[in-house]
């Protein structure tokens, strides 16, 4: 697909050839997932990222399908039927944790994804589309975790379902309508109940079909590397298959790894005790909150607490929303040519700082809205702002970076990258096989 | 283009953020800030050891056998347990028998239907009914209990931070009001002061009062500490009945991942750093010059080699 000396598919016995002369599935797997797709020997351990998210999402599609044979979604009986699954279905609490705690790990992994895309410019010219589509990814991953903890109806669930369908409200003149057409109500109900379990089963495919075009738009330019600079030969690369398969496996294993150990020994420690209660709309919990993977944005809508022409809760819901819309401007934000973080000392600092932002907004946003915690939440809001509007608009163009590498093989030649395929595996196609 | 406007926006937030910064911080400055009354009287719960705490641990079957007797005769006169049924005692060691007898002799009847005239009655319980509630409804709930609504209690242990330390804390916590503690914080009507509780003031009266309120059959002596720990161990299982198993399906799937990844990270290293009897090095068949003298021999012979 996307390079010159890509390994072309060739069918390894009769039947193979019959179907690759009508439906060339394999040859599709082929190139975009095996050995006829060449990949930038270089690339570090923050590259598994985007293989265990597309597990992440697996798993949560086949734990969803087997719950949502046993789930109700009737407010009468939706959290009965959950502690059903829990006590009565077959292996039922785990596939309950593993769906819940599943959603988690999806959160981290392509939070890690981004924040790797963040450091090394992986967003940049040629590849702003695949940025965009992977925030749009984001997006829709937002919207359906959202409808997913209403699912359960406790009290969290519906609190946050009323919070966060109220940011709508916000919106001037037609909020409220909008807000009511959202909850299908006045009020959290059971027509809310039943459009987000229609929404919550939808959402995942859609993400599955982005994630398509997500690689799709991936392979044209091929994937970036710790060094930003684009490949130029074949010596630059080694085939997926077997060099980054073998990769994500370890990374795979390590990943099961932890899903395990939080799934069946602290199933309940990133979830929040209220879920466990009826939900009951004369009764308000004394401190919503959502999920964790919410809080640095929930940090942020909340640090807008003084009207200035518009409404505080107008700004803190454009503020929220900003902060993730402002991602799809980032390659034209930031155009420095140099797209890795390891040659840009001073954006690199920056980024640290960005990195320790993103924490205090969390654990902000996790907290009750008290003092001096709110204050401490505008002052990172500040920064996050500042970083991606002011900051490095500005550093992309007074920045003085440090010389690349002429090639991914010399940066690889002088050590610059630890792990690296060894030139007789990997240049199994000679350098001048490139024309 | 885009950076000038994305530094106007940008400025714009970051302006409307410090004026709302700023409002904060004069108000922190200017209003004294007291700590609210829940924070100096609320107690966090105590450090208790459960036999289920652990990677490693398991319910004690006695004990739960011992909460359950605590539950029966102090907890469920007023409090539900509508997602436990009597069959699931099995897992407390009941035999066949024994969970029939507990069914039906149980001190609350099961909602029914008169098969004869269709009007609403009772029956005695059997092992496949959950428990049944003490109250009808909500309304009766809560016009026996001074308009207080005692919670069910089947998934209280996960329902409230601290879990079933919380619990034990709690039943053991009634205590004297502080001299200290403000007027208004003080227990009203038929209320009580307990600081484990989160506003202090709980509604639900001491339930266990004396030593020796239940009699345990296994001889245990049934101190208050100890029939708290047996009823929040008994409620802890309520809420996790599962427990056991997912800890015993965590082990082995962690041994089982455990040795499949040291087998995919071995896999790995052969992969890109592959045992040096299979180097091949560029000068040798792989160099370039070779392999056009190779592909040129190929053709020459009318072999197919690589394109």
Same mark, same amino acid.
């Given at each position: 697909m996307s390079f010159p000396w890509a390994e072309e598919y060739r069918p390894k016995s009769g039947f193979m050839r019959w179907l690759d002369q009508r439906l060339p599935l394999p040859r599709l797997v082929y190139g975009a997932v095996g050995g006829g797709y060449p990949v930038p020997r270089n690339l570090n351990y923050f590259w598994n990222f985007g293989v265990l998210a597309g597990i992440a999402l697996t798993i949560q599609i086949v734990t969803g399908i087997i719950l949502a044979m046993h789930y109700v979604p009737y407010d009468q009986q939706a959290f009965q039927s959950v502690e059903h699954i829990m006590r009565d279905v077959n292996q039922g609490w785990l596939l309950r944790y593993l769906h819940a705690n599943g959603a988690s790990f999806f959160f981290i992994v392509t939070y890690i994804h981004i924040f790797r895309g963040l450091y090394y410019g992986s967003y940049k010219a040629p590849r702003e589309l695949v940025w965009m589509l992977g925030l749009v990814i984001l997006l829709l991953m937002m919207a359906t975790a959202f409808m997913g903890y209403v699912l359960p109806w406790g009290q969290m669930s519906f609190w946050a379902s009323k919070v966060i369908t109220g940011l709508f409200g916000a919106i001037p003149l037609i909020g409220e309508p909008v807000q009511n057409w959202l909850l299908g109500g006045y009020a959290p109900d059971q027509p809310t109940l039943n459009r987000f379990f229609s929404l919550h089963y939808l959402l995942p495919f859609v993400i599955a079909g982005v994630v398509i075009l997500h690689i799709w738009a991936l392979h044209i330019p091929g994937s970036s590397n710790p060094t930003g600079v684009e490949v130029k030969t074949a010596q630059d690369t080694v085939p997926f298959h077997p060099y980054y398969t073998a990769k994500d496996g370890f990374g795979l294993g390590v990943f099961l790894i932890l899903l395990a150990i939080v799934t069946f020994f602290a199933p309940n420690y990133l979830g929040h005790a209220d879920n466990y209660i009826p939900a009951n709309p004369l009764s308000t919990p004394s401190h919503i909150v959502p999920e964790w993977y919410f809080w640095p944005f929930y940090a942020i809508l909340r640090a807008f607490t003084v009207d200035f022409i518009l409404p505080a809760k107008l700004w803190g819901v454009l503020a929220m929303f900003g902060a993730i819309i402002l991602l799809f401007f980032l390659p034209w934000l930031d155009p420095s040519p140099v797209r890795s973080g390891n040659y840009r000392p001073r954006f690199r600092q920056f980024f640290w700082i960005l990195m320790l932002d993103i924490v205090v907004l969390g654990w902000c946003g996790g907290l009750p809205a008290e003092e001096p915690w709110v204050m401490v939440s505008q002052i990172a809001t500040i920064y996050y702002f500042a970083h991606f509007l002011i900051i490095l608009p500005i550093l992309s163009w007074t920045e003085r970076t440090e010389p690349l590498p002429n090639s991914i093989s010399e940066s690889v030649l002088h050590g610059e990258a630890a792990e690296s395929a060894p030139a007789d595996l990997a240049g199994l196609r000679p350098a001048g096989a490139a024309e | 283009m885009v950076r000038l406007l994305g530094i106007l926006i940008g400025l714009g937030f970051v302006l409307v953020a410090a004026w709302s910064l700023a409002w904060g911080v004069a108000a922190y400055v200017s209003e004294p800030h007291e700590e609210t009354v829940e924070h100096r009287f609320h107690q966090e719960p105590r450090d208790i050891a459960f036999s289920f705490d652990g990677p490693f641990g398991k319910y004690d079957r006695p004990q739960l056998q011992r909460g359950f007797q605590v539950f029966k005769e102090v907890c469920a006169s007023c409090h539900g347990l509508s997602f436990v049924a009597f069959r699931d005692l099995h897992d407390l060691g009941y035999g066949e028998e024994e969970v029939k007898a507990i069914a039906d002799q149980w001190q609350i009847e099961v909602p029914a239907v008169d098969?004869? @005239? =269709?009007?609403a009655s009772t029956r005695k319980a059997l092992p496949a009914d959950r428990f049944p509630s003490p109250y009808p409804n909500e309304v009766a709930a809560r016009a026996a209990n001074r308009n207080a609504l005692p919670p069910d209690l089947s998934l209280i242990t996960k329902a409230r931070h601290g879990g079933a330390p919380y619990i034990a804390s709690l039943l053991t916590g009634?205590?004297? &009001? &502080?001299? %200290? $503690?403000?007027a208004d914080s003080r227990p009203g009507e038929g209320l009580h002061y307990n600081p484990w509780f989160a506003n202090l003031n709980? !509604?639900? &009266? &001491?339930? $266990? @009062? !004396? %030593? =020796?309120q239940v009699s345990y059959a296994d001889g245990t002596n049934p101190t208050r500490e100890q029939m708290a720990k047996d009823v929040s161990a008994f409620l802890a299982w309520t809420a996790e009945p599962k427990l056991e198993n997912r800890k015993a399906a965590g082990l082995a799937t962690l041994a089982f991942l455990l040795f499949a990844t040291i087998l995919a990270y071995m896999a790995y290293q052969n992969i890109w750093h592959g045992g040096a009897s299979r180097r091949v090095r560029q000068t040798g068949v792989l160099d370039p010059d070779n392999m056009a003298k190779r592909d040129e021999a190929s053709r020459e012979a009318g072999i197919a080699g690589n394109p």
């Open positions: - | 098969s004869k @005239t =269709g009007e009634y205590r004297n &009001p &502080p001299a %200290d $503690l403000p709980i !509604a639900m &009266p &001491p339930p $266990l @009062t !004396a %030593d =020796g």
